[in-house]
């Protein structure tokens, strides 16, 4: 009984900690004891060159660890011993990781992998960042078991590191090279029967996989390895599921750059895949992999239509199961199963685009599974849509009281909305036996936009409800203005019924909120984001007749009008508005092309312009004095600045409303910069090659080459193999009776210039010729017709006219001053110097400087050739611009980071030729576009290239941009000084670094 009791109040000294765990702590202390100190300038650091010592060492650590369970070392006593050791065994592990003796390397990667388990996160949490250098430096020329277990620990230490200490790591790893040591590692296909091999493979590959998730520019090196892709490629048709899974995630961290999701589109093998894997036959963990590499792929339209060009409706049926195929325990879902859920719904947003897919997700009931998730008890005749929809509203309220997959309804609110948006009146008889569910759906939808209303689209404090709110606005929205006739009437029907109680003081409140947004000069996203959700709602009545004049008669139109005012003024932007799809992946991607959404980040001055035009465009307020005030604009600027947003860089969407609203002012079609300056060649007709003649005999001198691409059909239709002289006979177009010399100068206007401001009595007419004409953009702006939710913005290109179908046409060669090859030639001529084939109406037109040498009457005027003095790169760039107002860009994002310096100044020179021909041929736009881009690409490189880009730009006389170079210089003015480099500029240049280099230290 004694010994007990002493036993016992040993146990309660030592803190419960067994004796055996102690003496193995001594003796830890005793081996570290056995190594030195010494400071570096950062700290203590231990070390030794003894490797009996080393391998000591960590057989102590290794015992100490081995002994330590998850009880004790949640113990304060145990917790106390370990802050007082962890420090004393990183320090020992770093060192002798980094010493690299193999008979020691190979035991040390395993006990690392024992330290990560043992100690507690929170205490191993400051050292973690100490073991990534020494680990990453093992990760080439070892044991498979050494790779293995160092491939395992990153991964566990990378997963716990927060964003903060992501600089700091990519410093590791691109001082280490450590990404190509594991590309170059894994460059070989292990032996099927290799087991060791075989996982030393996978663990690599999912440490390679964390790392292109988490850091963009280790991407590509990967997805330009062409020997590591094909062995991927190899590896990913192996029936073993775990192989597949760690492959498809480094897919996934590939194709999160845009450049290897390209590379990855091209390989048919692979995509079929990532489909098979979606299937609901896999096992949940592969088929989430499958789900998140499509996601990848599908970041934009282009990357979706190519994978759905080989594989569309195994991707649908596969996203149908993965929204259907779940089931509940106790009410409850399994994670697993809910992650598949969310990944599907996300990868259903690829609704947002048109395409065949539509006609799947209706083939495959998607109403159907949408219902499932809002409501797991619906009766049959609720969900079938048997029910009156007075019987429908009190069954839906009661389903949406529920707490049901309340985190997916915004998911199924996009795509009910996108559904809407993208089903066209051709597929009506696709949506018969869908009726009853979409009816249910749409009273769901719109008793979640009442709701959202009645908050006021305020935030709350449940990011999911406010979520939804936004997103059951937007799908409601989408609903309404649907070009199918049946969802537009339904949702217009039911959210009439809904709002016969409270409607008119839900707008009332709408309306004061945004005339009390439009009066703010501060405002925060919050208030951004209630804007957004009563402006939507304000959009919705004013798509709803019942509503449209009580609308009206509570100032709306000015409310509206000054709400556009105050989004102009204040330039205020918001991305995704209503949407959750948003920023899950985007925060992570690189190289992607910036291709915005319809809406792009624009939806509150797209939406303010929507209502506006509804209203508008009413019958109660057509012929209505309707007052500018608002704005703080009068008409004409108000027209001005819908005409700047068509010729703008804006969203497709904010385009089309402008161009929508202009109709409103008698200004029909789509201005642009490009037809500005075409249009002035319509009443200059010096190049007119043609003549219109009407049957009055009236006639107008036109360009065959504009009206070959603005407006085809006028032209007579010829041959595909029409020589040159056959052209030169048709110069004359005779037209009908029917086309009086309004219309036709009105049509013609269009055609150059890109609109038309046709007299009222005309519209009628001359929509029937634009008609005829095939002119479908022009005939539905004529007609005030609404835009189509994600139909593209008519573009103004003349870039055809460049190819074998415009060059017949061509009276002019623009001649570059070198030959790019000895084997270059021309399709069209047989000058063998490198030109391009070009006319006189678009040159003259875009540049005043060839105009004017057009028209000198001197003996260049009488030349068909005209010699440029830059590069054909160079001239290629500029030919381009004269076409279609844009200039290609170079390489940017992962290529141009892995370039090198002769490589990048190649890429760029043709930009500083193009900044010093501008100043010649007075093209400002030009010089600036280029300016811009080689300051960017300067910003994004070392000093070598600015060095070289100075030297440059001072041949050119291009002292702004050397400047700018010398600026960028001087930061590195004694590593120049010491180096050398200086010395290969001229003096005055190195003189402009040393007088960059004092102005910016005495700043200091």
């Known amino acids: 009984m004694k010994s007990s009791k002493q036993a016992a109040a040993k146990a309660d000294n030592s803190g419960g900690v067994s004796a055996r765990v102690q003496t193995l702590h001594q003796r830890l202390h005793s081996a570290l004891g056995l190594g030195t100190r010494f400071h570096d300038g950062k700290g203590w650091k231990w070390k030794t060159t003894d490797i009996e010592i080393q391998r000591h060492v960590l057989r102590s650590i290794s015992s100490f660890l081995d002994s330590v369970t998850p009880d004790i070392s949640r113990h304060s006593v145990v917790k106390v011993g370990f802050l007082d050791s962890v420090a004393d065994i990183v320090g020992a592990m770093v060192w002798i990781l980094q010493y690299k003796s193999q008979?020691?390397?190979?035991?040390?990667?395993?006990v690392v992998l024992k330290l990560m388990n043992a100690i507690p996160k929170s205490i191993m949490r400051p050292y973690l960042l100490d073991l990534v250098r020494p680990l990453l430096s093992l990760l080439c020329g070892y044991s498979l078991e050494v790779l293995t277990s160092c491939a395992i620990a990153l991964n566990m230490i990378l997963s716990r590191l927060t964003v903060k200490e992501d600089p700091?790591?990519?410093e590791m790893l691109n001082d280490s090279n450590s990404v190509h040591s594991l590309v170059n590692s894994l460059s070989d296909v292990p032996g099927s029967g290799d087991v060791a091999s075989m996982e030393c493979f996978l663990e690599m590959v999912s440490l390679l996989s964390t790392i292109l998730h988490r850091w963009p520019r280790s991407r590509y090196c990967v997805w330009s390895n062409v020997k590591f892709m094909e062995v991927l490629g190899i590896m990913i048709q192996r029936p073993e599921f775990s192989v597949k899974i760690v492959v498809m995630k480094l897919y996934a961290g590939v194709a999160l750059c845009g450049n290897g999701a390209k590379k990855l589109l091209q390989k048919e093998e692979v995509l079929g895949v990532m489909v098979s894997c979606m299937d609901k036959t896999c096992p949940i963990s592969l088929r989430l992999e499958g789900f998140r590499l499509a996601r990848c792929l599908a970041t934009n339209k282009e990357g979706y239509l190519t994978m759905a060009s080989l594989f569309c409706e195994p991707i649908v049926k596969a996203i149908v199961?993965?929204?259907?195929?779940?089931?509940?325990?106790?009410?409850?879902?399994?994670?697993?199963?809910?992650?598949?859920?969310?990944?599907?719904?996300?990868?259903?947003?690829?609704?947002?685009w048109a395409g065949e897919h539509h006609n799947y997700f209706w083939k495959h009931d998607i109403c159907y599974v949408l219902l499932r998730l809002l409501s797991e008890n619906l009766s049959d005749a609720s969900s079938q849509g048997f029910l009156l929809l007075e019987e429908q509203i009190p069954v839906a309220k009661e389903a949406l009281k529920a707490d049901f997959l309340i985190t997916i309804r915004p998911y199924i609110w996009d795509i009910l909305g996108w559904l809407a948006a993208q089903c066209t009146n051709g597929i009506n008889h696709e949506l018969s036996s869908h009726e009853g569910h979409i009816n249910i759906l749409i009273t769901f939808a719109c008793l979640s936009f009442v709701d959202s209303i009645q908050k006021g689209g305020i935030i709350v404090n449940d990011v999911t409800e406010t979520s939804e709110g936004g997103s059951a606005t937007r799908a409601v929205l989408m609903m309404i203005y649907s070009p199918c006739k049946y969802f537009e009437s339904k949702a217009k029907q039911t959210l009439s019924e809904i709002l016969k109680h409270g409607g008119k003081d839900y707008l009332k409140q709408i309306l004061r909120y945004l005339s009390l947004i439009s009066s703010r000069k501060v405002f925060g996203s919050p208030d951004v984001h209630a804007a957004g959700v009563n402006l939507m709602a304000a959009t919705c009545y004013s798509g709803l007749p019942l509503y449209q004049s009580p609308m009206i008669k509570s100032g709306g139109v000015t409310v509206l009008m000054a709400f556009i005012g105050w989004c102009m003024k204040h330039d205020v932007h918001v991305k995704?508005?209503?949407?959750?799809?948003?920023?899950?992946?985007?925060?992570?991607?690189?190289?992607?092309?910036?291709?915005?959404?319809?809406?792009?980040?624009?939806?509150?001055?797209?939406?303010?312009?929507?209502?506006?035009?509804?209203?508008?465009?009413?019958e109660f307020v057509l012929n209505a004095d309707v007052s500018y005030g608002n704005m703080g604009l009068t008409e004409a600027e108000f027209v001005g600045t819908l005409k700047d947003i068509c010729m703008s860089s804006s969203s497709p969407g904010l385009k089309w409303y402008s161009a929508h609203m202009l109709s409103y002012f008698g200004l029909y079609g789509f201005p642009c910069k490009l037809g500005q300056c075409i249009g002035r060649a319509l009443h200059e007709n010096e190049d007119g090659d043609m003549q219109v003649i009407?049957?009055?005999?009236q006639s107008s001198r036109v360009h065959r080459v504009i009206l070959s691409i603005r407006c085809p059909s006028l032209l007579p239709p010829r041959k595909s193999s029409l020589q040159k002289q056959e052209v030169e006979s048709g110069k004359e177009i005779h037209l009908s009776s029917h086309v009086g010399n309004e219309e036709l100068a009105k049509l013609l206007e269009y055609v150059y210039l890109g609109y038309t401001r046709p007299e009222e009595e005309h519209v009628k007419k001359l929509k029937i010729l634009a008609k005829h004409c095939g002119l479908q953009p022009l005939s539905m702006v004529l007609s005030r017709s609404r835009p189509n939710w994600g139909s593209p913005f008519p573009s103004y290109d003349l870039s055809v006219a460049l190819t074998s179908a415009g060059q017949m046409f061509s009276d002019i060669i623009l001649e570059a001053k070198e030959n790019v090859s000895s084997s270059w030639e021309c399709t069209f001529c047989s000058v063998s110097r490198p030109h391009v084939h070009?006319?006189?109406?678009?040159?003259?037109?875009?540049?005043?400087?060839?105009?004017?040498?057009?028209?000198?009457?001197?003996?260049?005027?009488?030349?068909n050739t005209v010699k440029v003095p830059v590069s054909w790169d160079t001239l290629n760039k500029l030919v381009h611009w004269f076409y279609t107002e844009e200039l290609p860009n170079p390489p940017t994002g992962c290529p141009w980071l892995n370039m090198g310096t002769e490589e990048k100044l190649q890429a760029v020179q043709p930009y500083l030729e193009l900044c010093w021909i501008s100043d010649f041929w007075f093209l400002e736009t030009v010089g600036d576009i280029c300016y811009r881009v080689v300051v960017s690409h300067m910003e994004d490189s070392d000093a070598s290239l600015s060095l070289k880009l100075l030297q440059?730009?001072?041949?050119?006389?291009?002292?702004k941009l050397a400047e700018v170079a010398a600026d960028r210089l001087a930061l590195a003015y004694r590593q120049l000084c010491q180096s050398g480099d200086l010395e290969l500029l001229d003096e005055g240049l190195a003189e402009m670094i040393r007088a960059a280099s004092v102005r910016i230290s005495q700043s200091l």
């Open 321 to 352: 199961d993965g929204m259907s195929g779940w089931s509940l325990n106790s009410r409850k879902m399994d994670d697993d199963q809910l992650s598949l859920l969310v990944e599907a719904c996300q990868l259903a947003c690829i609704v947002r």
């Open 952 to 959: 440059l730009a001072a041949n050119l006389s291009l002292w």
């Open 168 to 170: 700091m790591v990519w």
């Open 838 to 863: 070009a006319h006189k109406v678009v040159l003259g037109s875009r540049c005043d400087y060839l105009r004017a040498l057009f028209q000198s009457g001197m003996q260049e005027s009488h030349s």
């Open 103 to 110: 008979a020691a390397v190979s035991v040390a990667a395993n």
């Open 576 to 618: 995704g508005l209503g949407l959750v799809h948003h920023g899950l992946i985007s925060k992570r991607l690189c190289c992607w092309e910036d291709k915005e959404d319809w809406e792009g980040d624009e939806m509150l001055l797209l939406c303010g312009l929507w209502g506006l035009a509804e209203l508008l465009f009413s």
């Open 694 to 697: 009407l049957r009055s005999g």
